[in-house]
């Protein structure tokens, strides 16, 4: 119920072309829904974050879609860079200050 | 925007020995501050919990007594490993959240612990 399950757990994209990450969840009571993005050695940055109210959010090349019916939400990433490539994680949680769950991770590689 | 620092950002420490992280927001205060392990090509596993004034909650299978947080004012948390072996050896990273934007935590660079 409190897991949050990420696909792939890799992806290979060229340059210029549409990374898509994907997550889906079981808990209703999750509210908020955060894609955080990480480098080698360096703690987790925000990205973008939507809450289940709308369907998509977009904040420049990256847009996060969500799906309340189905429990699943999205990151794509346009025009994909080298300088994009990273790990990312979705993660949601339930109430302001709450713990966040995480989604297991996506190691994104863009190819030049 | 809101920064996070840590210190150290490495340590390396022979086993047995005791060792301290701390955890700065350095331009907010932080109602609530989380500790997180991670290791190579994994996700990050919350640790624990702590608010300022009270004892931190740990999640199941974190030994409270070997991870010690003591979250002593609204801008400082310190995660001290006792008695360190090998097997902590990992990436440490907290994050903070401020009440002021929402949901959002804000992380901190993370700290590398190797116990030799």
């Known amino acids: 119920q409190q897991q949050v399950k990420q696909s792939p757990q890799s992806l290979i994209v060229q340059k210029g072309g549409i990374s898509i990450i994907n997550c889906a969840y079981e808990n209703t009571a999750f509210d908020y829904f955060p894609w955080y993005q990480q480098f080698p050695g360096k703690g987790p940055a925000l990205l973008i974050a939507i809450r289940p109210d709308v369907s998509e959010k977009k904040e420049g090349r990256f847009t996060i879609s969500f799906n309340k019916s189905a429990k699943q939400f999205s990151l794509h990433i346009m025009d994909s860079q080298p300088g994009d490539s990273a790990t990312y994680f979705c993660?949601?949680?339930?109430?302001?200050?709450?713990?966040?769950?995480f989604g297991q991770g996506t190691e994104l590689s863009v190819k030049p | 925007g809101a920064v996070v620092s840590q210190h150290p950002s490495w340590v390396i420490c022979k086993s047995g020995t005791s060792v301290k992280i701390e955890c700065r927001s350095l331009?907010?205060?932080?109602?609530?501050m989380f500790w997180y392990r991670q290791f190579p090509k994994q996700s990050l596993m919350l640790m624990a919990t702590?608010?300022?004034?009270?004892?931190?909650?740990?999640e199941q299978g974190v030994e409270k007594d070997k991870f010690l947080i003591n979250h002593a004012s609204l801008t400082l948390s310190t995660l001290t490993v006792t008695s360190a072996h090998p097997e902590d050896s990992s990436f440490y990273i907290c994050?903070?959240?401020?009440?002021?934007?929402?949901?959002?935590?804000?992380f901190g660079p993370g700290t590398r612990l190797t116990v030799t």
């Open positions: 702590s608010n300022e004034g009270s004892k931190a909650t740990y």
């Open positions: 331009d907010f205060q932080a109602t609530t």
């Open positions: 994050s903070a959240f401020s009440g002021r934007a929402g949901y959002e935590q804000y």
């Open positions: 993660a949601a949680n339930t109430n302001q200050g709450g713990k966040l769950i």
